[in-house]
């Protein structure tokens, strides 16, 4: 990407690509928009440009571009360092349009501003410039690390492929091939959910059609497509947990006595028998030994009457305990719903299984992801 500055203004992009025909060039700003509505319109038909045709990587160039253009050579270089994949391109887009000439409303100026510092914010400022030191053999975390910026990178090109294909309901996410490939560690995949739950969160406010902003910046996608990129998202975390859960069990433990399911679960804190004569409720826990090795399994919380249904995760292929949590359980899968008739709607989890599966899919309730957690009030239905 090109810093060539003409008669102080920053040169134009040219995508190679064809759709140029149709989506025109790079949006440029002679004049300034009048109204506050001509103003979002302006910056809306901008970000969508960008959006088409750029990809993360591009995006933190442009953001660091602006720096240097903005005589903050040095923060542009902190901006450099950090990994494509935590670079939200939104803010790069707008950074863009900038140097093209729109000025800034004081709030979307601030908020870029926030966002710049946070980058910098993920650097490690103490370590000395590449120039001024003796070049050295990396050593293997480095390189490990390195292998997982470029694992998020294919993850990064999948996504804009998605994205470009349409964000149809019907996709593959390739996190095992790809991780798998490289023997990414496992301690090292934080650097990857952290900014990929952030871009979920993103869409679910885009979604939900509050934010003036983010409502402009993704008008080129229906609601039914940001749905499926939702889903696209959680298919990808739900696989990155599992590549984690895989390749811990996969590694060759030191040779030590077998943990039988007994002392596994002796710190879970569990309800072993729970009375509502009001509204005819009497449970009694199955012991928590059969959490261990189970595939599915139904907890309830007496306190907050909520039905938690734990399904393992489809590498591991079966729960556990660890301390007082629940482990081993596919976060896609998994879901914590509030029963409005316990006394009635728990009955119907206590028949069969797909009766039950089906029952509580059926529940009119927000469903969330359970965290696998347990105290005192929960007891435990059902594990199989």
Request: glycine content about 4%; cysteine-free.
């Amino acid at each position: 990407m090109s810093k060539s500055l003409i008669k102080n203004e920053v040169k134009e992009l040219k995508p190679k690509d064809p759709h140029t025909k149709y989506l025109g060039n790079e949006p440029i700003f002679t004049t300034q928009p009048k109204t506050a509505e001509d103003y979002q319109n302006a910056l809306r038909g901008a970000l969508n440009w960008y959006n088409y045709f750029y990809s993360n990587k591009d995006a933190k160039e442009m953001l660091a571009d602006y720096l240097d253009h903005n005589n903050r050579s040095k923060d542009a270089k902190y901006v450099r360092k950090v990994p494509d994949s935590v670079i939200i391109t939104t803010y790069a887009w707008v950074a863009r349009a900038t140097m093209r000439g729109l000025v800034l409303s004081d709030n979307h100026t601030l908020t870029l501003e926030s966002e710049i510092q946070r980058l910098i914010g993920l650097v490690n400022k103490n370590e000395p410039d590449a120039e001024e030191t003796v070049t050295t053999r990396p050593n293997v975390q480095e390189i490990m690390r390195e292998r997982t910026t470029e694992a998020g990178g294919e993850l990064e090109g999948l996504f804009d492929e998605y994205l470009k294909s349409g964000a149809k309901k019907e996709f593959t996410v390739k996190v095992m091939d790809e991780f798998t490939k490289r023997n990414i560690l496992p301690q090292h995949i934080s650097m990857i959910i952290e900014p990929w739950t952030r871009r979920k969160e993103e869409y679910e406010e885009v979604l939900k059609g509050k934010d003036p902003q983010l409502k402009e910046a993704y008008s080129r996608f229906t609601k039914p497509q940001i749905k499926n990129i939702i889903s696209y998202v959680d298919t990808l975390l739900s696989d990155l947990n599992s590549y984690v859960s895989v390749k811990k069990a996969a590694k060759a433990p030191r040779a030590k006595k077998p943990v039988t399911p007994e002392k596994r679960v002796a710190k879970l804190k569990y309800l072993k028998v729970f009375k509502d004569v009001k509204n005819k409720i009497d449970l009694t826990s199955v012991s928590p030994t059969k959490l261990v090795g189970a595939t599915e399994a139904w907890v309830y919380d007496t306190k907050r009457r909520k039905l938690h249904h734990y399904v393992a995760d489809p590498y591991s292929k079966e729960l556990s305990v660890k301390g007082n949590a629940l482990i081993g359980f596919d976060t896609k899968d998994s879901e914590v719903k509030t029963l409005r008739n316990p006394a009635k709607q728990l009955k119907e989890v206590t028949g069969s299984k797909p009766a039950a599966r089906k029952f509580f899919k059926d529940i009119k309730a927000v469903a969330t992801t359970p965290k696998g957690r347990f105290n005192s009030d929960m007891i435990i239905l059902r594990a199989f």
